[in-house]
């Protein structure tokens, strides 16, 4: 059977589509296996850094053949809407305890690389057996900390993207696809 289905909510404020929902759920796919793999018969320990990876981590989890904790933890965006001017602090820390662990750390984008070394450097603090990280996007060219991934979903070029989690000004996140904004919506004076 086949359905046509609308454009949600929200597409004619895009420019142009980076990432099809298609795309993203093959490579979600792929992503799942990889991890399953990689993680031999170890549980893994998640931790998902929200509000950004909220969609990624609920599909990819879900394709990942390996018993599963899940936790969250809350980084205070340290950004203005679309570029990064200080540093990350945790406003809200984990919940559950990590020693002896094996964790897998999910975010939404490895831009400038801040956000995911603070957090890393706090998680090897607490003693886990091990560290490893997913993004679904990464931005390669706008690292200003040494940090990579060890998967990625799609690496990206350095431009601000909305959809399937991520945002600006907390919009946007429920696109199944990512995205480029139009210019005149990037900067409404409404949302100052
Ligand atoms: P980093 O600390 O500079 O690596 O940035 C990571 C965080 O910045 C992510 O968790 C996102 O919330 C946010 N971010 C970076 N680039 C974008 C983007 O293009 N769109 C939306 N959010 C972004
Ligand atoms: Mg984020």
């Known amino acids: 059977m086949t359905s046509i289905m609308n454009p949600p909510a929200g597409y004619q404020d895009l420019d142009k589509i980076i990432v099809s929902e298609s795309m993203i759920k093959r490579r979600v796919r792929k992503l799942g296996a990889e991890i399953t ?19 990624f981590v609920a599909d990819l989890l879900r394709e990942i053949r390996r018993p599963i904790r899940l936790d969250c933890i809350r980084v205070s965006s340290y950004r203005n809407e679309t570029r990064s001017i200080g540093k ?3 406003v809200h820390s984990l919940t559950i305890d990590i020693a002896n662990r094996h964790v897998l750390l999910i975010d939404d984008i490895l ?10 450097n706090l998680i090897k603090k607490l003693n886990p ?3 490893r990280t997913c993004v679904l996007l990464d931005k390669k060219g706008r690292r200003e900390v ?6 990625v979903g799609f690496p990206i070029e350095d431009q ?7 945002d600006f000004a907390e ?19 409404e949302w100052r």
């Open 111 to 120: 831009d400038t690389g801040k956000t995911l070394s603070v957090v890393v």
């Open 88 to 90: 990350p602090e945790i």
């Open 37 to 55: 793999g990689a993680f031999g018969e170890e549980e893994i320990t998640v931790v998902a850094i929200i509000n950004g990876s909220l969609f």
């Open 160 to 166: 601000f993207v909305v959809g399937y989690g991520l």
């Open 129 to 131: 057996a091990s560290v």
């Open 171 to 189: 919009r946007y996140r429920n696109l199944p696809c990512i995205g480029l904004l139009k210019a005149h919506l990037q900067n409404p004076p």
């Open 146 to 151: 040494d940090f990579e991934a060890d998967f």
